[in-house]
């Protein structure tokens, strides 16, 4: 089993910059990646970014590119989203989601952190 905490979250006004962050416990070590979702009301949630544990690889959602960042620190099994020039359609419940090697899906979820961006 793996455990996630999101934290980071909180209002900021248009052009702004927050950073998350998703502190993994428990079997960190099966971890192949980890991907930060958001919901926003009313809507489907969304894929933002995602990283592979190993850092090989990352892989951004377009309405993010060139704003957000998504880094690790395995020595502290936490994984951060630095998010930039924030717009209010960034308003959301950010989620990040862990999953094993043998899964298609992200299987481990965090309890969500919300993501206000005034204009």
């Known amino acids: 089993q793996v455990q996630l905490v999101e934290s980071g979250g909180g209002l900021v006004q248009a052009g702004g910059s927050l950073r998350l962050s998703c502190a993994a416990s428990g079997r960190t070590f099966s971890i192949y990646a980890v991907g930060w979702f958001r919901q926003a009301p009313g809507k489907e949630r969304e894929f933002v970014t995602a990283?592979?544990?190993?850092?090989?690889?990352?892989y951004y959602a377009d309405s993010v590119k060139g704003r957000f960042a998504i880094s690790r620190d395995n020595a502290k099994n936490t994984v951060y989203l630095q998010m930039n020039s924030l717009k209010p359609e960034d308003t959301a419940l950010y989620y990040c989601?862990?999953?094993?090697?043998?899964?298609?899906?992200?299987?481990?979820w965090g309890q969500g952190t919300q993501v206000t961006v005034s204009s």
């Open positions: 990283l592979t544990w190993s850092g090989t690889w990352t």
């Open positions: 989601a862990a999953r094993l090697p043998h899964q298609s899906e992200y299987a481990y």
